[in-house]
Structure formats: structure tokens, C-alpha cells
């Protein structure tokens, strides 16, 4: 009885000790745990990781370990590429691979949550976290507290997904779970509820953190920076995070009806009792085609970023990529039913869903001229940012045309679900999204590291990627009009093999891409002294993020800026303003107003990773035990006064003179 | 370059304003995930035929009009006790507090002694999807309430600590907004769920 509350339906039969794979990828990941768990011992830094890291409310030090944590999620999401790829290289006729279905299942819903949830939107949250209150002119984001909370909260929804590896397993289902497979009664293990209760955890972590964030662009901007004066960045930034706080509570309710029913009969998605199985696929779409804004603004923004910079010039039609920006934002509400034209709505609704899905072109097309013009005439430096602008163009302009195929709906009966789908969303979502958060990876790594990335590595990465991307998709798109479908393990027909095995030869060429980028941070921290950025702008920037020292001070600005145009410091740069900063011992420098660390947010999201752990297994006692848990570690926090202390103006004085110290010294040089 | 620098004062109320703009945020989140609900309920209810038996039959309106007028109620007592605050009158406002906290507290026994009729009655949760979306869209806010509940009780608790700093009159105004937020969100359940459910 008491092992039932305890444990609820978990037993040791729940760890598969049979599997190779697994129990290699599970001691693997042990041993790696251990050795870092060892390290931090051995070098004595446990104080220092949980004052200066766990503890921390800072955005900079935020975003760095959303980038840790995305990238250790891209290992494991790259992994299920390995496996995919292979089996599907070899299954064909006779051979039925190595990867039997309900585990080949898994790992295309694993490879397609991992991706989306815990690599693209930690990534994205990185980068805002690292460049958007530097841009804006503000010592920190408007909700430290809250900010750190979200990434534990993403954190621990990450590592409840990674559970699922060892301990049961994951949803089976494809990567939005559609019902009626992911009810009970043809999912009765675990698997879907990892699914449910790591997206709810990272799911809340992330409405917070869009929440966050526009009351940060809302109330923080430097003195004068108006809406129209705001990088373009901020603005799709913005823009992505009201799509966060429309979006997100959907998701919420999606998922929590349909933990209800697996939980406690209900039926809401069953198809039976006035269940309503496309209900479900309007809701989680009706989340869905925004998420996919939430995550390509960004990336936009950081085009118009890297593209000004680079060019060397100011960025062509601000305006107009500022309203497309906005309509883009509007219309991503409007065309959700292009993911299901196939449910038999009707010629007319269709045809709506259609239209409102082609007009995104156009919003989209003036942002891919705005970009293309502003590199006309410009002195264009053939940085790795810029590569990866320029290998975006191409890539997205080819997976944009496929979308507007896929828009008219007779042709998206032939291709729905087929590997023509798959290869159009790699096709954006790669070569849109990835690409450019590569850019803007690149682009600030200074800014949040203090040296550059090497560049010559990266250019190798770069050359790989690009091509292994175009290798592994294109033959994706030809064997997917001649009819094959998506999430197959195995196929009859050997036709299709050599397509397939040139698609694993592009995702092998992508995989020495991804090697070669772990290369690259390797090459960069071992010559980080010669890389190092001394001056705080290293390509010659145009936002106030290049106007400090890199990696910027704890309180960002000494002095908050006033802004009064658009790329302020260019403008300054060319006013020569910033020639010869004015010396810190001549300026009035004043108290700097910080919030103080809290270790309650990481506290909130462990107990919140045990409720969700307890969900999934049906466990009373640990579930009561995270439960309240959340509450007592809110209720006693809120108890807390001492949240904020002042950095006094001598610190500020002396940290500025350092920075101008290394300034000096390397315009002597 | 010269900056604005605040002083103490103004930088402390700068941050309440975006506080309570940040709280708002929060209210419209909310906003959509119980719209997504009511969305869900009609749906269920109203685009096919009625699977089995509907809220309709088992419906006792009287009960349901006294929780309303016991949330409107301690509304009413909740603004008080925040007038109160404005004032300083903590024990005043303290004891305001408690009498929302009862009202609040009856709503939800009568709200769960209804669910338990209801399901004793053979109206329960899993036989179709209509009574799946009832008690959803209905336990949803009951839900809310709880947890506003909670949070009025902690109040309690606290003013005697933090008196009426700062901190302590920046959370009545969230919970200010949270406790009619959730009047607001019950004066559609009503309509919505009970009057026209009831039809």
C-alpha cells in the first residue's frame, strides 16, 4: 500500500536493461554526470556554481545557461538523427533494419519535441536573455526573479523528457500527439505523459518568460527610444512574445485535457461519449503555427541585425520591416488549418485557410528584399554571421515556394504527411530558425564571452552544414511527391533506398558540421587571449549592446544611455562621441539599484519536476510532497524583503576605468 | 552622454508600475486559457448530438445563485479591506480579508458539495464529453479561487510582518485584480454554463 503511494505504477521492470542502446546512451550520460559532478568537487566550485550560476538573477549569466542547455539537448536531438537516418538508409525490402517500430516510434517523437521545445526555444531565450536588455539600454530584464525561474522551469521540464529515456519511455505518437493514439486506450504507457508533464513544466517556464519579456521592451527602453527607434531585433522580439503569451496558455489547455482524459476518463479527445478528436488538432494547432513565428521572428530580427552590421550600412526600409513584422504576427493566428486541409472542412474553409496561408509571402518577401538592398552597395565584410545570412537567403526562399505549394490545398492532399512535408519544414526551420540563430550565436558570443569564436573553423562548420543540409532534404522533397510517407521505419519498396541513403550521407556531412562547431568553441577558448574582444565592439556595431565592455559588467550600463535615433551608436561613432570616452574619473557615476540572487526559482522548478515525475507515474505522496513544496518555497520567499542592494558608485568608477584601460591599450596597438 | 539617474523613491515606484503591468500580462494569459476552455465547452455542447445526460437534468440554479452572490460578496469585502490598507488600518483591513476568505471559502464548499451531488447523481465526470467539459471549465476556476484563497490567507499572515510597505500594498493590488478577475470569469460561467445550460 505505502510502496503504491510511493511509487505508484513505477517498478524496476520500467528501466529497460534489454535495450542496448538505451542502457549505452543511459551509462554514457551517468558517467558524464559523474565526472562533472567529480570535477566541481575536485576544483571546489560547488559555492561558486550555486552563488554565481543556480542562484543567479542575471540575464547574461540567464542566457548562458539556456545556450548550455540547449546545446546539450541538440547533442541528444542530433543523436536521434543518427538513428533515424540509418534505419531508414537500410530498412528497405527484405531488411528491416536494426530499429524495431515502437522504438523507432519514440525517437522521431523525441527528435521532434527535443528539437522545437528544449534546443530552438532555449536557444531563442538565450539570445534575448544575452543581447535584448544590452539593446535596449537596460541594466536588466523587468522580472529578474521571474526570469530565472523560467529557465529552471524550462530546465527541469528538459530533464523530465531526458527521464523518459531510462526510466519507461517516451510518447510514441509523433511529436504534437495527436489522440485518439495518444489516449489511453492505444498509449497505456507512460510515455504520453512524459509528454504531457515535460511541456507543461517548460511550457509555464516559457509564458513567463514571453511575459517577461514584453514588459521589458514595454517599460525598459532607454530614455528616447521610441517604438519606432527600437532595433528591429527588439521588435521581433516583441512580436514573438505577445505570440508567447496568445499562444502558450493554449498549449496548457490542450495538454492538461488531455492528461484529464488519460487521468481520469474524461473525454474530451476520445472518439466515443461526444469526444472530439479534431478539437485536439485545432487546439495544439491553433498553438502550433505560432509556435513556428515564435521561434523564425527572432531569427529575423537577427538578420537585420547582422546584415546592417556587415553591410556596414543602415538597414533599407526599417519601417516596412517593422510592419511585416506586426502582420506576420497577426496572420500566424489566422492559418492554423493549413496543418489539417485533409480533415474535410470544406472547399470554402480551405480555400480561407489557404489564401491567408500564401499572403504570408508577402510580408516575408518584403523583409527578403529589405535585407537583399540593404547589402546593395553596401561594404559587405564575409564574417561567419554574414555566411550565414547569405546561406539563409537561398535556403529559405527554396522552403518558403515549397510552403506556398503545400498552401493550395488540392496539392497538399497529395503531399500531406509525406517526406515532401518533412523535407519544407527542415527546409524553414533549418535553414530560417537554425541559421540564423547560428548568426546571432556568432554575432554575440563576444558580447556574453568577452572573445570572439575562431573563424576559420567556423567557416568549415558553415561549409558542411550548408551542404549536408542541402544533401539530406533535397532528396527528401523528390521521394516525398513520388508518395512516401512520413514516419515509416521500414519500406517495400527498394526504389527508394539510394534517395535515402544520400539523405543519411548529407545528415553524416551535417553531423561533421555539428563536430566541427564543437571545434570551433574548442579552437576559441584555447586562444581566447589572442581573440579576445578588448574594445566591447568587435564588428563595428550600430546598437548601444556594442557601446559597453564585452563581456559586459554586472550592472550592464554605468550610466543608462539616451537614444534620440535609430543605431545610436553608429550615430555616435560617427559624431565621434564614442572617440575617446569620456574618462570615468570626470564623470558623476551613482549607486546602481541591483536585485539580489535567489536560489528560490531553481527550488521551485525541482519540486515542479517532481510533481511532473509524480504525474506521470501516478505517485500520491511525491506528488503532495512537490505540491507543496512550490507553495511553501512561494509563501516563504514572499516573506523575503532583502531582495535588492545597491553596487556603489566607487566599484562602477573603478570596473569603467578598467574598461578603458583595455580600450586604450588597444587603440595603441 | 548625461543619463537619468533616479533617485530611491522614484525608481521604487517606477518598478510598481511595471509590476502591476506585468500582473496584467498575466491576467491576459489567463484570459486566454479560460477562453480556450469556454471555446471547448461550446464546442462539446453544442455541435453535436448530446451523448447520455446533460447538466440540464441535474442543475439545482438556486445553489448556484447564492455561490454568485458569495463571490460578488467578498468582492465587495476585498475592497474594503484594500480601502483599509490605503488608510493603514491593518487590523481592519485584516479582518476584512478574513470575512473574503470565509466568503470565498463557502463558494468553494458549495461548488465541490454540488460536484459531489452531481456525481452521486450519476452526472459524473466520465461518462461523456459534455459533463468532461462542465467540470473542467467549472473545476478550472474553483481552482482559481482555491489558490486566491490560499493567497488571501497568506496576507493575512504577513500584513503583521511587513505592515503596509511597499511590498505588502503591490500584492493586495495583484490580488486585487486576481480576485476580480475570477468574478469576472464566473459572471460568464454562469451565463454561459449554468443559465444557458440550464435552458
Known sequence: ?????????????????????????????????????????????????????VSSVDHKKIGIMYLILSFVMFLRGISDVVLMRSQQAIAAGENLGYLPPEHYDQIFTAHGVIMIFFVAMPLMFALLNIALPLQIGARDV????????????????????????????????????????????????VGVDYYIWSLQVAGVGTLLAGINFIATI?????????????????WSALCAMILVALAFPVLTVTLALLALDRMMGMHFFTDFAGGNVMLYINLIWIWGHPEVYILILPAFGIFSEVVAT????????????????????????????????????????????????????????????????????????????????????????????????????????????????????????????????????????????????????????????????????????????????????????????????????????????????????????????????HTGDPWNGRTLEWSIASPAPLYNFAVIPSVNSLDQLWVNKQLQIGEGKIHPNRLHYEAIHMPKNTPAGCIIAIFAGITGFALVWHMLIPGIVGLLGIIATVIAKSFITDTDYYIDAETVRRTELAHLKELAQCTVK | MHGEVMNIDEHAIYNDATDVFGFWLYILTDCILFASLFAVFLVLNYSDMPHGPTLKHYVNLSDVFI????????????????????????????????????LGASFIFIEVSEFIHLAHEGFRWDINAHASSFFTL???????????????????????FLKASHIVM???????????????????????VYLMGAM
Open chain 1, 1 to 53: 500500500m505505502l510502496a503504491q503511494l510511493l511509487f505508484g505504477k513505477l517498478t524496476l521492470d520500467a528501466i529497460p536493461f534489454h535495450s542496448p542502446i538505451i542502457m549505452g546512451a543511459f551509462v554514457f550520460m551517468v558517467l558524464i554526470v559523474i565526472a562533472v559532478l567529480f570535477f566541481i568537487t575536485v576544483y571546489g566550485k560547488w559555492a561558486y556554481i550555486w552563488n554565481e550560476w
Open chain 1, 142 to 189: 523587468a522580472y529578474p526573479y521571474l526570469n530565472s525561474l523560467s529557465f529552471w522551469l524550462t530546465f527541469a521540464g528538459a530533464m523530465l523528457c531526458n527521464a523518459s529515456l531510462v526510466i519507461g519511455d517516451f510518447a510514441a505518437t509523433g511529436w504534437l500527439s495527436y489522440p485518439p493514439l495518444s489516449e489511453l486506450y492505444y498509449s497505456p504507457g
Open chain 1, 218 to 234: 514595454f517599460r525598459m527602453r532607454a530614455p528616447g527610444m521610441s517604438w519606432m527607434k527600437m532595433p528591429v531585433f527588439v
Open chain 1, 310 to 533: 556587415f553591410s556596414q550600412k543602415k538597414l533599407f526600409g526599417y519601417t516596412t520591416m517593422v510592419w511585416a513584422i506586426a502582420i506576420i504576427t497577426f496572420l500566424s493566428f489566422v492559418v492554423w488549418l493549413h496543418h489539417f486541409f485533409t480533415m474535410g472542412a470544406g472547399a470554402d474553409v480551405n480555400s480561407f485557410f489557404g489564401i491567408a496561408t500564401m499572403v504570408i509571402a508577402i510580408p516575408t518577401g518584403v523583409k527578403v528584399f529589405n535585407w537583399l538592398f540593404t547589402m546593395y552597395k553596401g561594404r559587405i565584410i564575409l564574417a561567419t554571421p554574414m555566411l550565414w545570412v547569405i546561406a539563409f537567403f537561398t535556403t529559405f526562399a527554396i522552403g518558403g515556394m515549397t510552403g506556398v505549394m503545400m498552401a493550395v490545398p488540392p496539392v497538399d492532399f497529395q503531399v500531406h504527411n509525406s517526406l515532401f512535408l518533412v523535407a519544407h519544414f527542415h527546409n524553414v526551420i533549418i535553414g530560417g530558425v537554425l541559421f540564423g540563430y547560428f548568426a546571432g550565436f556568432i554575432y554575440w558570443f563576444p558580447k556574453a564571452f568577452g572573445f570572439r569564436l575562431h573563424e576559420k573553423s567556423g567557416m568549415w562548420a558553415f561549409a558542411f552544414w550548408v551542404i549536408g543540409f542541402y544533401v539530406a532534404f533535397m532528396p527528401l522533397y523528390v521521394i516525398g511527391l513520388d508518395g512516401f510517407m512520413r514516419r515509416n521505419s521500414h519500406y517495400a519498396n527498394t526504389l527508394y533506398q539510394p534517395y535515402l541513403i544520400v539523405a543519411a550521407l548529407g545528415a553524416a556531412l551535417i553531423l561533421i558540421g555539428i563536430i566541427l562547431q564543437i571545434l570551433q568553441l574548442f579552437l576559441s577558448f584555447k586562444y581566447r587571449a589572442f581573440l579576445r574582444d
Open chain 2, 67 to 102: 455561490e454568485t452572490m458569495l463571490l460578488l460578496a467578498s468582492n465587495f469585502t476585498y475592497c474594503l479591506s484594500i480601502l483599509n490598507m490605503y488608510q493603514k488600518k491593518l487590523l481592519k483591513a485584516q479582518v476584512w480579508l478574513l470575512l473574503t476568505f470565509l
Open chain 2, 138 to 160: 467549472v473545476g478550472t476556476h474553483g481552482l482559481h479561487v482555491s489558490i486566491g484563497l490560499l493567497w488571501i490567507l497568506s496576507m493575512i499572515i504577513q500584513i503583521p
Open chain 2, 170 to 192: 503591490r500584492r493586495m493590488t495583484y490580488l486585487g485584480l486576481f480576485w476580480n478577475f475570477l468574478d469576472i470569469v464566473w459572471i460568464f460561467v454562469f451565463t454561459i
